[in-house]
């Protein structure tokens, strides 16, 4: 059973956690975002939107389901980032006016969309000349990372390894996204493995809570209730044998982070295939 982002039942859960300080040390030691306009596609419950304002630049959260527009509104109002807007759209086609980002972000995103290139060429046709694109999300070889008391994420799927097939169906290889970011007009591409703090729990009990509640992993939404119940059982006796159970529980995830900028000379190409009939 696929996540259903517009559920009202999901209401909250890609909103209740903050940004890691590792990731905005590592975006910041990319790009200085003062002042800058940042569109935040697939922004979720707008974790990242407000990580973004709080680094000084003039965020546009976008997001095609309802349910996550409005958690992510009132999460940054309650924040004090009113300033920060979200409207409802589709990551291929926003809505947004062309060249209205100097920085496009699409983290966790691009593992969703039924089409990569229509995704990054809209990302091409929202930036300006030279603009820059940032890409989170997970390689196969992100996936495969150990599973640990700290990467507890590896034991979903030793305990359920036809997990596996999901993720290899979904998940792109780091060259093939090089490839398409060149095809869909940039340049300037790189990419580097990003782990990231996602949260630290008090204790055992916590973190089963967050697991049985499928806080904001989609994959989890794969398995049934007792599957689900099953797995985290397992991870929590993995976890147990070397963690205190009054010890916090500190989740590590693994990521790869692209960076490329728009070419001038793709532009035109870029914005055509944006609005290509398909």
Not at 51 to 56: D, F, I, K, R, T
Not at 142 to 150: C, G, K, M, N, Q
Not at 207 to 228: A, Q, V, Y
Request: proline content about 4%.
């Amino acid at each position: 059973m696929a996540l259903d982002f517009h559920a009202e039942s999901n209401a909250g859960t890609y909103a209740s956690r903050g940004a890691d300080p590792g990731w905005v040390s590592a975006v910041a030691g990319m790009i200085d975002l003062r002042g800058l306009r940042v569109v935040d596609l697939g922004c979720g419950g707008g974790i990242y939107s407000t990580a973004m304002a709080q680094m000084g630049a003039l965020v546009t959260g976008v997001d095609f389901s309802a349910q996550m527009v409005t958690d992510a509104r009132e999460r940054a109002q309650s924040l004090g980032f009113g300033d920060v807007r979200f409207v409802q759209g589709d990551a291929e086609r926003t809505g947004l006016e062309a060249g209205a980002a100097d920085v496009v972000l699409m983290r966790a995103l691009i593992h969703h969309v039924p089409s990569r290139p229509a995704v990054l060429a809209e990302a091409r046709r929202l930036l300006t000349e030279r603009g820059t694109v940032l890409i989170q999300d997970r390689t196969m070889a992100d996936v495969f990372a150990p599973p640990s008391a700290e990467h507890f994420r590896g034991w979903f799927f030793e305990i359920f390894p036809r997990l596996i097939d999901i993720e290899a169906r979904r998940r792109p290889d780091a060259e093939e996204v090089d490839l398409a970011l060149r095809k869909a007009g940039f340049s300037s591409i790189s990419h580097s493995s990003l782990p990231e703090v996602r949260r630290t729990y008090d204790g055992i009990n916590e973190l089963r809570s967050d697991l049985l509640s499928r806080t904001g992993r989609s994959i989890l939404h794969e398995l049934d209730d007792g599957e689900l119940a099953f797995l985290v059982d397992g991870i929590c006796e993995r976890i147990a044998r070397s963690t205190p159970a009054d010890q916090t529980i500190r989740e590590v995830d693994y990521w790869t982070l692209w960076r490329a900028r728009a070419d001038r000379h793709g532009a035109e190409d870029a914005g055509a295939a944006a609005h290509r009939p398909r």
